[in-house]
Structures are given as structure tokens and as C-alpha cells.
């Protein structure tokens, strides 16, 4: 049988869980810093170009514990008989959005066209379209019965 841990053992290995879990979030959050939004700066030929981008994350928080005999109080070999765990993920999406120009006029800002984006924006657009015009005419031929 293995021994129960003491409520100083378990304090200890949930702040080592919650710490796991905290760095693991601000390595995370490190994609959401200014220069990930503002790239470095270019100049050449009397300007000076600043690309932008549009910075998404995306993170989820979990977390569990339990008690039982670990792996170590299993085999007889020591071990304190609790299990406890937490996890977290998560992504950084990053997209170009616009450029900033400034030169000797001034500094203006020029958007960056997403090409696939508009295309599939068009298209949902056309299907949708598609799809109310069918069920027009299917509702024009039932009136007509």
C-alpha cells in the first residue's frame, strides 16, 4: 500500500504544476508583443517602409490532478502515491494587413490585399446567393400547384 502525501507535498506539486502552466502561457502571449505587429523598419532610396501585420492568438487552459499510486509506488520503489497535472495550448496566427510608407511627403499607410481572402469572400457571397434563389423558386413552384 502505498503512503498518502502530506498536504505540504501536494501545495508543492500543484506550484510546480501552476508554474509549468504559467511559463507555458507567457511563451505564449510573446506573440502578441509590439514587434510582432510592427515588423523593423527598411529604408532605402528616401523612404522608409514599416510592415504591419494583424496578430491573432488563440490559447486554451486545462488542468486536472488526482490521487493515486504513481508510477514509482506501483513498482515499490518510493514515490509519494499522487498524480496531478495541467496543461495549456494554443496558437499565434499572424497575417500582413498594410505597409507604412514615410518619405519625404509624409507617411501614408497602403493596406496589403489578401487576394485569397476576397475570393472567398465571393464566393460564400455567390453561394449564398445560389442557395436564396433556389429556395425562392422552389417556393414559387409549390405556390403555383
Same mark, same amino acid.
Given at each position: /500500500? *502505498?503512503?498518502?502525501? @502530506?498536504?505540504?507535498? !501536494?501545495? /508543492?506539486?500543484?506550484?510546480? *504544476?501552476?508554474s509549468a502552466v504559467l511559463d507555458k502561457a507567457d511563451r505564449?502571449?510573446?506573440?502578441? #508583443?509590439p514587434e510582432a505587429v510592427y515588423g523593423e523598419p527598411?529604408? $532605402?532610396? %528616401? #523612404? @522608409?517602409i514599416i510592415p504591419?501585420?494583424?496578430?491573432?492568438?488563440?490559447? !486554451?487552459? %486545462?488542468? %486536472? =490532478? %488526482?490521487? =493515486?499510486?504513481l508510477a514509482e509506488a506501483a513498482a515499490g520503489t518510493g514515490g509519494s502515491g499522487a498524480g496531478l497535472g495541467s496543461g495549456v495550448g494554443g496558437a499565434a496566427l499572424a497575417r500582413p +494587413? $498594410? +505597409? !507604412? !510608407?514615410?518619405d519625404e511627403s509624409g507617411a501614408r499607410v497602403e493596406p496589403v490585399v489578401d487576394a485569397t481572402k476576397l475570393g472567398l469572400a465571393a464566393l460564400s457571397?455567390?453561394? =449564398?446567393?445560389?442557395?436564396?434563389? =433556389? #429556395?425562392?423558386?422552389?417556393? $414559387?413552384r409549390r405556390g403555383t400547384r
Open positions: /500500500m *502505498s503512503e498518502q502525501p @502530506t498536504p505540504e507535498q !501536494i501545495q /508543492m506539486r500543484v506550484a510546480e *504544476s501552476l505564449l502571449f510573446e506573440a502578441a #508583443r527598411v529604408a $532605402a532610396a %528616401g #523612404r @522608409t504591419a501585420a494583424e496578430v491573432l492568438l488563440v490559447s !486554451i487552459f %486545462g488542468g %486536472g =490532478g %488526482g490521487f =493515486g499510486p +494587413v $498594410a +505597409v !507604412i !510608407i514615410v457571397v455567390f453561394g =449564398g446567393a445560389l442557395w436564396l434563389l =433556389g #429556395r425562392a423558386l422552389a417556393a $414559387a
